[in-house]
């Protein structure tokens, strides 16, 4: 059975991990920080972690980014989008008025991961600008810190899964800020894994520090992969963290780095006196390739 590092039980990366092996049986070990899930598979504790990376609303989740390039040198075997969905989560009887409604008033903190809160911040300021907001390490932290703290005012940000296992309600449905609100996940281990579902495509993670002398290198590097017709589903900088100015760039190649073309093109970047590192050469599933197989 494999080993499963993650977030906390009632996590989006918990509900992420739970739909994208529900037809086969996995241990999950479930860690507070993000650190100590990149360390668990790191140290052979773990066979794989899970790590969010991506957010429609949020772009990078940069820390996760920083982790896999500076702190780790795990591949990315799978890559996996999923729904964010997330509620606002507390104890109904503690802020309803003599009516029965909900009393915004009452609330006195909302709790959440720094990436969970940001994509609800409309429903926030709407609801209940006067609160005080506190991120915490993952949502379903803050749901279980509001379960600790009853009759205190405290309320969470977080999942439908993580409210039913603090025996908490769901006070509002669906409060992100857009409905079209997805995580981009990666499973990163040190051996392949086969699922059964049909991937929807072959992805090819790459970094590329481009030489310090070289003037319009970025250009040349893009030409590489343009006149191959090799798409590059994204591109951003990152700093190397060496000296301020020096940056490197992360690459998603719509290819797998066993095809004849993208060697080529990493070959030619390399021969500018390119740095090219290999992140991770994976199949890619959406969301809805996922759920047609259910």
């Not at 429609?56 to 996760?64: K, P, R």
């Not at 749901?143 to 039913?164: M, N, R, S, Y």
Request: glycine letters at 6%.
């Amino acid at each position: 059975m494999k080993r499963i590092a993650l977030l906390p039980s009632g996590s989006v990366s918990h509900e992420a991990v739970l739909h994208l092996f529900r037809d086969e049986p996995v241990e999950l070990l479930h860690y507070k920080q993000i650190s100590d899930v990149f360390l668990s598979t790191a140290k052979g504790d773990s066979d794989y972690s899970v790590i969010p990376i991506e957010n429609t609303i949020e772009g990078s989740v940069t820390l996760h980014m920083d982790w896999l390039v500076h702190e780790v040198e795990i591949p990315m075997q799978v890559e996996w989008v999923y729904p964010s969905i997330q509620n606002w989560v507390g104890r109904r009887t503690e802020f309803l008025d003599a009516s029965d409604q909900l009393d915004y008033s009452r609330v006195k903190k909302v709790l959440s991961h720094p990436v969970a809160m940001a994509q609800c911040l409309q429903f926030i300021r709407t609801y209940m600008p006067h609160a005080e907001l506190e991120h915490v390490g993952s949502t379903s932290e803050a749901v279980k810190l509001v379960q600790e703290h009853p009759g205190e005012g405290w309320t969470a940000i977080g999942t439908a899964l993580g409210a039913e296992r603090y025996g908490l309600d769901i006070m509002a449905g669906q409060v992100t800020d857009h409905d079209n609100n997805f995580t981009r996940f990666v499973l990163i281990g040190p051996k392949p894994i086969a699922l059964p579902q049909a991937p929807v495509e072959d992805k090819t993670s790459i970094l590329v520090t481009l030489p310090e002398d070289f003037p319009g290198a970025l250009h040349q590097v893009l030409a590489a992969f343009a006149w191959r017709r090799l798409n590059l589903s994204r591109i951003e900088s990152r700093p190397t963290k060496k000296r301020l100015g020096s940056y490197y760039f992360y690459m998603d190649v719509l290819a797998p780095i066993s095809s004849v073309l993208l060697p080529l093109a990493i070959e030619e970047i390399e021969a500018l006196g390119c740095q090219v590192r290999i992140l991770g050469s994976y199949p890619s599933y959406s969301y809805e390739g996922l759920k047609s197989e259910v």
